[in-house]
């Protein structure tokens, strides 16, 4: 498999091509870079918003990419990357460690987001779901809509709306149901 690496430093980029030399080809590419992505394309030091009109340039479709946004993101905009559908978020302190099992997890089909930017309860526990919220919850995880997730489980839209809400109000509030999907897909929850 191939791994793109689009941002990065000529010293981040060499140790990348070090770090995977035995496992995967890395390839530099620059932000105008129009072609075929097969494989995983790293962004470095890359807002949201830059992803976001890449991919719009490239008409290009986040869920049937394998992307990884590597930067100093906050735990909001952790959110926001997961919700475009970019497949991981890394710190750009992060260890080669991280790097690699970021970048394994990313090309086995996984979401990969370090622990430090999972949103979790107000006390920093596990939260506690019903069951109902859980398969609301697992709904919204696959990015299900409201109506999809209402007709999958037999109940209104706006049941579905009330699910939600208590579910943001258990992993600590905030307005993004991507949070919900990043704390499920991490096992905060």
């Known amino acids: 498999m191939r791994v793109f690496l689009c941002?990065?430093?000529p010293?981040?980029?060499f140790g990348?091509?070090?770090?995977?030399?035995?496992?995967?080809e890395v390839v530099e590419v620059n932000a105008r870079f129009e072609g075929a992505i097969q494989g995983i394309?790293?962004?470095?030091?890359?807002?949201?918003?830059?992803?976001?009109?890449w991919l719009l340039l490239c008409n290009a479709e986040p869920h049937s990419l394998r992307i990884i946004a590597w930067g100093n993101y906050t735990p909001a905009a952790a959110?926001?990357?997961?919700?475009?559908?970019?497949?991981?978020?890394?710190?750009?302190?992060?260890?080669?460690d991280a790097v690699?099992?970021?970048v394994d997890q990313v090309a086995s089909g996984n979401i990969w987001v370090e622990d430090f930017m999972i949103p979790s309860s107000v006390d920093g526990s596990k939260v506690?779901?019903?069951?109902?919220?859980r398969q609301v919850l697992d709904c919204v995880a696959r990015r299900m809509r409201n109506r999809e997730i209402a007709n999958e489980l037999k109940i209104k839209t706006g049941t579905v709306k009330i699910h939600v809400k208590n579910i943001l109000k258990k992993v600590g509030g905030g307005r993004s149901r991507y949070r919900v999907g990043l704390a499920r897909f991490t096992g905060k929850i």
Do not use: K
């Open 7 to 9: 941002g990065l430093p």
């Open 11 to 13: 010293v981040l980029a």
């Open 100 to 102: 690699r099992q970021c």
């Open 128 to 133: 506690r779901l019903t069951p109902r919220e």
């Open 16 to 24: 990348m091509r070090e770090l995977f030399r035995d496992t995967y």
């Open 41 to 53: 394309l790293i962004f470095c030091g890359v807002s949201a918003r830059e992803i976001a009109e």
């Open 79 to 96: 959110a926001s990357l997961v919700g475009m559908g970019i497949r991981a978020v890394l710190n750009l302190s992060a260890s080669c």
